[in-house]
């Protein structure tokens, strides 16, 4: 583990010691993956009328069908799986796209087996692997992701592969305007929040600065309930530390309760991602969340989401989490990039 060597947050050559990967880069070029166009071979035609669409995925590769719940309009029922199995009502009416960015996960590629065994349409999003070679074999579309440092670094990619095969299936009821203005936007977004930003004017290396090894529970409404989870990914990944997150106004049923009595000992981060484009209660809730907890729950940090849609402030605040967990990391001298336990983990599981 990291937490060895100290590196300021405004020493570029330092971190880029540290980030031997350049994660940093890959972060602030999240704009291009946006306008990269992933073609499918072959081309996905529906065989039958599509009722339903499940997407199946883990970790890294789950994050692109997240957003769709934020944007864009889909025109059927979109339901997200990560895990072993898919939904009994599966069936030739459903549309199952099966992504995942080694192509090699466990849990995916058994869930391929069901969604062939229902006789679902089948579409395949990975980089390579078993998936793609299945895939290929079989003449699904697929998709074939651009490599990246990680599956969490890939989201760009993989919502162009996904909007592509909704599209091509008629399901995508918006436009890649949106998106390509959205680019442009962050391009801006990530020259305010560059290493070359001192932390004076970086609202990501102050809030880093914060974070940095806490335990933190991020707590969105449903427009940027991806994006939470995005930064609790981060947290964890990037910055080895434990994360949460949570979704009001489910939140205010039950985990209210929790910060009644949370360690004192374990000191928390407690950080609230606002946009204008909730329902205008959830601004309430968060504001009445606060004022009960203020004396047993730390102050939470307020991310007020920018943008002049709901695409952009989920996408926006997606960036700065990735900017901000990335500052954390550096903080505790970590290596942002490798995440060691997992490929250990792997390895036992098949042992």
């Known amino acids: 583990m990291g937490g060895t060597s100290v590196v300021e947050l405004d020493d570029v050559h330092g971190i880029k010691m540290?980030?031997?990967?350049?994660?940093?880069?890959?972060?602030?070029?999240?704009?291009?993956?946006l306008r990269h166009e992933i073609l499918c071979e072959p081309l996905f035609r529906p065989t039958d009328e599509i009722l339903?669409?499940?997407?199946?995925?883990?970790?890294?590769?789950?994050?692109?069908?997240?957003?769709?719940?934020?944007?864009?309009?889909?025109?059927?029922?979109?339901?997200?799986?990560?895990?072993?199995?898919?939904?009994?009502y599966i069936g030739a009416k459903t549309l199952v796209i099966v992504s995942s960015y080694s192509g090699n996960t466990e849990e995916t590629l058994t869930a391929l087996g069901e969604a062939e065994?229902?006789?679902?349409?089948?579409?395949v999003i990975a980089s390579g692997g078993k998936l793609a070679e299945l895939a290929r074999e079989r003449g699904y579309s697929l998709a074939i992701l651009p490599k990246v440092i990680?599956?969490?670094?890939?989201?760009?990619?993989?919502?162009?592969?996904?909007?592509?095969?909704?599209?091509s299936a008629g399901l995508f009821m918006d436009d890649f305007g949106d998106l390509s203005r959205a680019a442009d936007f962050?391009?801006?977004?990530?020259?305010?929040?560059?290493p070359t930003e001192p932390t004076s004017r970086n609202p990501a290396k102050q809030l880093a600065e914060k974070c940095v090894r806490k335990s933190v529970v991020i707590y969105a409404g449903r427009v940027l309930a991806p994006a939470a989870y995005k930064w609790k990914i981060g947290f964890n990944e990037n910055a080895k530390q434990i994360a949460w997150c949570g979704q009001l106004p489910e939140a205010n049923h039950n985990e209210i309760v929790g910060w009644l009595r949370h360690p004192e000992h374990n000191?928390?981060?407690?950080?609230?991602?606002?946009?204008?484009?909730?329902?205008?209660?959830?601004?309430?809730?968060?504001?009445?969340?606060?004022?009960l907890l203020s004396e047993t729950r730390p102050t939470s940090f307020l991310v007020e989401a920018q943008g002049i849609n709901p695409l952009?402030?989920?996408?926006?605040?997606?960036?700065?989490?990735?900017?901000?967990?990335?500052?954390?990391a550096i903080l505790s001298g970590e290596n942002p990039a490798p995440i060691d336990i997992i490929e250990d983990f792997?390895?036992?599981m098949n042992a």
Do not use: C
Request: zero cysteines; glycine letters at 6%.
């Open 312 to 328: 952009e402030h989920v996408l926006w605040t997606s960036l700065v989490g990735d900017f901000v967990t990335t500052y954390t």
């Open 186 to 194: 962050l391009d801006e977004v990530a020259k305010e929040l560059a």
């Open 117 to 123: 065994f229902h006789g679902a349409q089948i579409a």
């Open 150 to 167: 990680q599956p969490r670094f890939v989201v760009g990619y993989n919502l162009r592969a996904l909007l592509g095969i909704l599209q």
């Open 346 to 348: 792997k390895k036992a």
């Open 18 to 33: 540290l980030d031997t990967s350049d994660v940093l880069g890959t972060v602030q070029h999240f704009g291009d993956q």
């Open 267 to 291: 000191p928390y981060v407690v950080i609230d991602l606002h946009s204008s484009f909730e329902h205008p209660r959830i601004r309430t809730r968060f504001r009445v969340s606060e004022e």
């Open 52 to 88: 339903n669409i499940v997407y199946v995925g883990m970790g890294g590769s789950a994050l692109a069908a997240l957003l769709i719940r934020t944007w864009p309009t889909v025109r059927v029922p979109f339901e997200v799986i990560r895990d072993y199995n898919v939904p009994p």
